[in-house]
């Protein structure tokens, strides 16, 4: 009988039936979660359409903190809980785990159809931690630790650094406008986060993410464009920060669904002179690759198949 798998993010899940003997689907389904009132309500509409078998236990990735297998969705406020979802779907077993857990876990199986290369070397210190950065609804950060351990964390919540005056001055603004605490993610490195950084230059605050995202990486707005280069500089700064509270020897790898609609604007700019512009380290970080991940929808499925197949 085949394993349900499952990404809940805070717009949309994607969903596929792991088979056993056969290769994971791809792409998996994707579906908008405005349509439905809780977790329960969108996994169960989607499995009711399904042919065939229905699976025996699940893997669920989602976007929030897991603890004692449950979460709140951070940027939808769903509770996902395995034991009620177990019970409510008629499933032997539900485990739920971090969505960039899930990343994480497919790390060291991804190969170069999968990556644009964004810098450094083409390959990292063998046996090194590796870690993962995604900008989306939300900021996702977690690490593979060899040789088979993941670490999700809740990076993207700590504090949004800057890297010059000019940056210092814009997190000021966004300081009062947020109404003190700038993370990272509320202040650059998200939909949201694009928003901010938009309406601070001096934007217009009704323009959304996707608007502000193609007329920046297309150089139709100059406002747009002033936007998506600060948006690059500072993922290149935060992801290395993550490198060295990670030890992330391996290489770190940009997710998330906003790098992967620009991932030329990414490859062409100042994006890696901030990832290693580190002062005294960054000898340090100069050995380090990074990576984009150029289907992180498929990437988070592979992680989830990896953690089906475990014991």
Same mark, same amino acid.
């Given at each position: 009988?085949?394993?349900?798998? $499952? %990404?809940?993010g805070g717009?949309?899940?994607?969903f596929?039936?792991?088979? #056993? ?6 792409p998996?389904?994707?579906?908008? !979660? %405005? *349509?439905? &009132? ?6 169960? @509409?989607?499995?009711?359409?399904? #042919? ?22 951070t ?6 809980d ?6 409510? !779907? ?7 785990v971090n969505?960039f ?9 991804l @190969?170069?159809?999968?990556l644009?290369?964004?810098?450094? #070397?083409?390959? *990292? ?6 870690s ?5 609804? *939300?900021?996702?950060?977690? &690490?593979?630790?060899?040789p /088979?351990?993941? !670490?999700?964390?809740?990076?993207g ?29 509320r @202040?650059?490195?998200?939909?949201? *986060? ?14 959304d ?7 920046g990486?297309?150089?139709? /707005?100059?406002?747009?464009?002033e936007?998506m280069?600060l948006?690059?500089?500072?993922? @290149? $700064? ?5 490198? !060295? ?6 290489g770190?790898?940009i ?17 890696? $002179? ?12 100069? #050995? ?8 992180? /929808?498929?990437a ?6 990896v953690l089906?197949?475990?014991?």
């Amino acid at each position: 009988m085949p394993v349900l798998l $499952a %990404d809940i993010g805070g717009s949309n899940a994607r969903f596929a039936l792991l088979h #056993p003997g056969r290769a994971l689907p791809r792409p998996a389904e994707r579906v908008p !979660l %405005d *349509g439905f &009132a809780d977790a329960v309500s969108a996994i169960g @509409g989607w499995l009711a359409a399904q #042919p065939g078998p229905r699976p025996r236990a699940a893997v669920l990735a989602v976007a929030g903190p897991v603890a004692a297998n449950r979460a709140v969705l951070t940027n939808r406020g769903w509770v996902v809980d395995g034991a009620t979802l177990a019970a409510a !779907l008629e499933l032997s077993a539900v485990r739920v785990v971090n969505d960039f857990a899930a990343l994480a876990w497919a790390l060291p199986v991804l @190969g170069a159809a999968d990556l644009l290369h964004l810098g450094g #070397p083409a390959a *990292g210190e063998a046996g090194a931690a590796m870690s993962v950065v995604g900008p989306g609804t *939300g900021l996702g950060v977690a &690490a593979f630790l060899p040789p /088979d351990g993941v !670490l999700a964390t809740e990076g993207g919540h700590a504090a949004l650094a800057a890297g010059d005056a000019r940056e210092g001055a814009l997190i000021e603004t966004l300081r009062e406008r947020l109404g003190g605490h700038v993370s990272v993610e509320r @202040g650059a490195l998200s939909g949201p *986060g694009i928003e901010a950084l938009h309406a601070a230059l001096g934007g217009d605050p009704e323009r959304d993410c996707p608007a502000i995202l193609q007329d920046g990486i297309t150089g139709a /707005d100059p406002r747009c464009a002033e936007v998506m280069t600060l948006f690059s500089d500072l993922l @290149g $700064a935060f992801a290395g920060d993550v490198a !060295l509270l990670h030890g992330a020897r391996s290489g770190v790898f940009i997710a998330g669904g906003i790098p992967a609609r620009m991932p030329e604007f990414l490859a062409a700019s100042t994006f890696r $002179a901030r990832f290693e512009a580190k002062g005294r380290f960054r000898d340090w970080l100069a #050995p380090v690759p990074t990576w984009l991940i150029r289907d992180p /929808d498929a990437a988070a499925m592979r992680g989830l198949a990896v953690l089906a197949r475990r014991p």
